[in-house]
């Protein structure tokens, strides 16, 4: 067991080079294009963080939140976010994209499991890690100035709450995506729709709006646990009188609930097939 584990490690880890070689080879290829896509990302990204901070600034914090707190908020959703464009940088967290315009069947042809290849595909290392740097800056900025006090136990809870952050977007993602196995033209981009929506909504403190608002974006909606609600908890505040588990049992949720509608999708798409090709896009 320990053997096979290993091997598959080894390989996981291999794909995830042959991303990162790719991604290199476009920065070299096309250097100043990449640049400037480096740039837009983060210029877009510091625009969002900024205009919140200085709101923040402005009226000495937002909704019960101080200035501090809400900067520390903004790198967190910060750090999100450049996770999510550093590892979803070829549509595999796009999935609607890929299902579609009927090109699942690149994925099929493979010598690799579904699994793998949408795991380790759309690793961009070189010119995706940018936000991701800048919240780790600004994480670092607003720890400094909170004075939280660092632990393995603290920095353990940080891991588990951006992991389950991405969690949540990704399953999220995975769930609307499967209405494009039986709608492929309609719901082709129902994923950026899901995503950029939830990027709206998850930037801004919702401390200090009624109640009801806070609760239907921690439960029909996700857009709490983008960053205000784990900040929260990282800051030793949860907020509603929720649990600080309460985004771990909505992440397994949400994730069982995308995996069983997703794969009845894919079930249904391997029966039927795609009278839809896009030659464009995915690994063309």
């Known amino acids: 067991m320990g053997v ?8 996981m880890l291999g794909l995830f080079a042959i991303s990162a070689k790719m991604d290199l080879v476009w920065l070299l290829r096309d250097t100043k294009f990449a640049i400037a896509a480096i740039a837009a990302d983060a210029i877009s990204n510091l625009s969002v963080v900024s205009s919140v901070y200085l709101i923040a600034l402005r009226f000495g914090g937002i909704g019960g939140l101080s200035v ?17 464009i550093l590892f979803g940088s070829a549509n595999n967290i796009h999935i ?3 299902i579609g315009r009927g090109q699942l069947e690149h994925l099929f042809m493979q010598p690799l499991s579904l699994k793998a290849q949408l795991l380790t595909c759309g690793f961009a290392p070189f010119t995706g890690s940018g936000n991701f740097i800048i919240g780790c800056i600004l994480m670092v900025i607003s720890i400094n100035r909170l004075n939280i006090e660092f632990s393995f136990w603290w920095i353990a809870s940080l891991i588990i709450y951006v992991l389950t952050t991405m969690v949540i977007i990704v399953a999220r ?17 129902i994923t950026s729709t899901a995503i950029d929506g939830t990027w709206q909504l998850s930037t801004f403190p919702l401390s200090g709006m009624p109640s009801f608002i806070q ?3 921690i439960t029909i909606l996700p857009e709490g646990f983008m960053a205000w609600f784990p900040s929260l908890c990282l800051l030793g505040k949860p ?23 997703f794969r009845k999708g894919l079930n249904y798409y391997v029966r039927k097939g795609s009278n839809r090709y896009v030659p464009y896009g995915f690994r063309r």
């Open 4 to 11: 096979k584990l290993a091997s598959k490690l080894k390989r």
């Open 68 to 84: 501090d707190e809400v900067l520390f908020m903004m790198a967190y959703s910060t750090i999100t976010t450049g996770l999510f």
């Open 173 to 189: 993602a995975y769930l609307v995506s499967s209405a494009a196995f039986y709608a492929p033209v309609a719901a082709e981009e």
């Open 215 to 217: 609760l239907s974006l």
């Open 239 to 261: 907020p509603l009188n929720l649990s600080e588990y309460y985004p771990l049992a909505y992440a397994l949720i949400l994730s069982l609930l995308a995996s069983y509608i």
């Open 96 to 98: 609607s994209r890929i």
